[in-house]
């Protein structure tokens, strides 16, 4: 079947178990590996040579703080990577292009600007963001399932595209939305818990660059303003 009379399979809109744990271990459709993952260098998961690529790769860039930037660019190297190891199936043949457009987008609502300028949830906010910016023309977090990606992928991904005490930098961005809207979606993560993952994500330590990070806070009833800066 060709990728134009299967668009499902193209756009990664293949249905899978809503638990990560069910989809890696019991889906009989996709077995499990019987060896390790091998190393993947970021030379050879390029970004696409696309206009779409290129284009949101550059409005990612000037709108996104570099670390948030890194961050997505890592998503993207580390997915590929464990799409595969893991997932070598027909039904995960999704095309690079729309898998780096959803990487590069997905977090552009927790900017400064973006994130105060709505009541929803920086990461619905961010799907109407998203969406604007493609029609005008479009693990690495809590170090979860660390078998799916090999050490030396993990080491050149993050050589190229440093973290920046990243853990440090996002659990600040949670602590902040949360501060500002209660209601969010983080907080059915559970409010205290996805930050403490976030922080102690093990898997990435050894990545967290050193920085000076610089918090000033300004606290009354309802809200706490953080703002930080990694280098």
């Known amino acids: 079947m060709s ?18 744990q069910a989809l890696l271990t019991y889906t009989p459709s996709y077995p499990v590996p019987t060896f390790p993952p091998t190393p993947i260098p970021v030379s050879a998961t390029p970004i696409p040579d696309t206009p779409p690529a290129q284009r949101i790769n550059t409005y990612a860039r000037t709108h996104l703080p570099e670390e948030t930037y890194n961050h997505s660019r890592r998503v993207y190297h580390f997915g590929l990577a464990i799409k595969r190891h893991r997932f070598p199936f027909a039904d ?36 109407v963001l998203a969406l604007r910016v493609l029609q ?41 939305e949360n501060g500002l809207k209660p209601w969010a979606y983080t907080t059915a993560l559970g409010e205290d818990e996805f930050t403490a993952n976030v922080l102690g994500n093990m898997l990435m330590a050894p990545y967290e660059c050193l920085c000076l990070l610089e918090v000033l806070s300004r606290c009354d009833q309802s809200t706490c303003v953080v703002l930080f800066s990694c280098s």
């Open 92 to 127: 995960w043949d999704f095309d690079d292009e729309t898998f780096l457009l959803a990487c590069l987008l997905y977090d552009i609502g927790t900017t400064e600007a973006n994130i105060t300028a709505t009541r929803l949830s920086f990461d619905f906010f961010g799907g």
């Open 136 to 176: 005008n023309d479009t693990h690495d977090n809590i170090g979860a399932h660390p078998n799916l990606v090999h050490a030396g992928t993990i080491k050149d991904v993050s050589t190229y595209f440093p973290r920046k005490r990243w853990s440090h930098c996002f659990a600040a961005t949670i602590r902040r």
């Open 3 to 20: 990728e134009i009379s299967n668009p499902t399979n193209k756009y990664g809109l293949t249905a899978v178990p809503a638990s990560a």
